[in-house]
């Protein structure tokens, strides 16, 4: 058996062995939490109701009207008690469920297995959730070229993202939020790796092989847009730093870069049009607005006397750009961040800077909640991972004579470790994560 185990080829199954870990892992973060109801019932906020006997948030409704749009259904209704605003009840789709068209129709296919709603969308939050994780570690081998540091950054990485109180906040609730936050990890991977940006043969190749990248680029976007209004943000990092700075490290001409980018763009904004002219013809016009991100940037800029003013309000909200950032990722990850960057390689460093700017002004312009700063993990999990990865490799020169492997890795497990525990701590009836995560 030992002779078997030298010779097994283990960095070729170690990313498998890893992704099977996680999601062994999330499944027993799932399961003792399906008794006791998610965060939100725990902490007695928002209205909840019984699905089957399991309390449910009132946000359920999301779902619903999204699976019904793509079934051609008109049926908006919502119970009396759940109409918070005066208009769920009255048979009109909301324009966040019509955007965020994919959660619905995605838990409403594996209730068609599972034979329950509740059932199917904690397998939907399970899926997404495994999914994240390996995304994060494609992440981060991807952005840091470095083979040995790529895949224990990643690692590292991949561990935070496994203990995350975004996923675990609705880890038994039917929801939308967890198809975002996967979907996130999962758009800023297709960008980095696509051949639209990225050194290498395509440059050369024929102009069709060229266009089908950016037409699955553009694809990738939509599909994102659809979970969570994810295409703003990822089309600003695809501008700032993959064509104004030449992220991907292409080589080629400005006016190239500029040229596909904006393909894409169009595309994407092509999409859009096709999309809302699809749903108002099956529901007849017959929408209402709600939480519009434009409508969100026009009462900012309104509020502030225009653009110039907008800029300085941006700046004066940082500290509640912190304390989310806080409350969401915890205050181990926001130490490490800084850090992060004296590792990083300088593209994978600005990558970092970039994303986590744009979410940070594009949360105090739209929904400043902890739940909006989450979006921000791939660049601050990136940064806390390299941060441990790099103090891990210090240690070991500084006590090479001393197991020098395992000193190489107990500094950064003991990040995961922590991590987990302040994560994991409602399991043992402490809810003050829960109560950080609910705070905006």
Not at 433 to 438: I, L, P, S, Y
Request: charged share 10%; proline share 5%; net charge positive.
């Amino acid at each position: 058996m030992r002779a078997y185990l030298t010779t097994v080829d283990w960095p070729r199954w170690l990313p498998l062995l890893l992704w099977l870990l996680a999601g062994l892992l999330i499944a027993l973060q799932i399961a003792p939490r399906l008794g006791d109801g998610s965060w939100q019932y725990r902490l007695g906020i928002g209205s909840i109701v019984s699905f089957n006997g399991v309390p449910i948030h009132w946000e359920w409704i999301d779902v619903a009207q999204s699976a019904l749009l793509a079934e051609g259904v008109s049926r908006w209704h919502a119970p009396e008690e759940l109409d918070r605003w005066g208009q769920r009840g009255v048979g009109l789709l909301s324009t966040q469920n019509a955007s965020r068209f994919l959660p619905g129709p995605v838990v409403s296919w594996l209730a068609l297995w599972t034979r329950d709603l509740w059932r199917a969308a904690v397998v939907a939050i399970w899926l997404c959730w495994f999914v994240a994780v390996g995304a994060m570690y494609a992440l981060c081998r991807a952005l840091i070229a470095d083979p040995e540091r790529g895949r224990i950054t990643g690692i590292i990485a991949a561990g935070l993202v496994v203990f995350s109180a975004g996923f675990t906040a609705r880890a038994s609730d039917v929801d939308t939020q967890s198809f975002g936050y996967a979907a996130v990890v999962v758009g800023l991977l297709a960008m980095q790796r696509s051949a639209v940006f990225s050194p290498g043969p395509l440059h050369a190749a024929a102009h069709n092989q060229v266009f089908r990248h950016m037409l699955a680029l553009t694809l990738v976007l939509f599909v994102a847009d659809a979970t969570k209004n994810l295409g703003p943000p990822l089309l600003a990092l695809l501008w700032l730093f993959y064509v104004g700075l030449d992220g991907g490290a292409s080589g080629l001409p400005l006016l190239s870069r500029v040229r596909r980018a904006a393909l894409v763009t169009a595309g994407f904004i092509g999409l859009q049009a096709c999309w809302w002219l699809v749903v108002h013809a099956v529901v007849l016009g017959q929408t209402y607005s709600q939480n519009d991100p434009w409508r969100h940037i026009a009462y900012a800029v309104s509020q502030t006397g225009g653009w110039q003013g907008l800029v300085g309000w941006v700046a004066a909200r940082n500290h509640t750009q912190i304390a989310n950032l806080m409350d969401s990722h915890t205050g181990l990850i926001v130490l490490l961040f800084l850090p992060g960057f004296l590792f990083l390689p300088r593209r994978a460093a600005l990558w970092v800077l970039i994303w986590v700017v744009l979410i940070a002004v594009g949360m105090t312009i739209t929904r400043n909640h902890p739940r909006t700063a989450y979006l921000a993990y791939p660049g601050m999990y990136l940064a806390a991972a390299a941060a441990a990865e790099g103090l891990g490799r210090l240690a070991v020169a500084r006590w090479e004579l001393w197991q020098p492997r395992l000193t190489r890795w107990l500094l950064p497990m003991t990040v995961v470790g922590i991590k987990a525990w302040m994560v994991l701590g409602d399991l043992r009836g402490d809810l003050t994560q829960a109560q950080r995560w609910f705070a905006g």
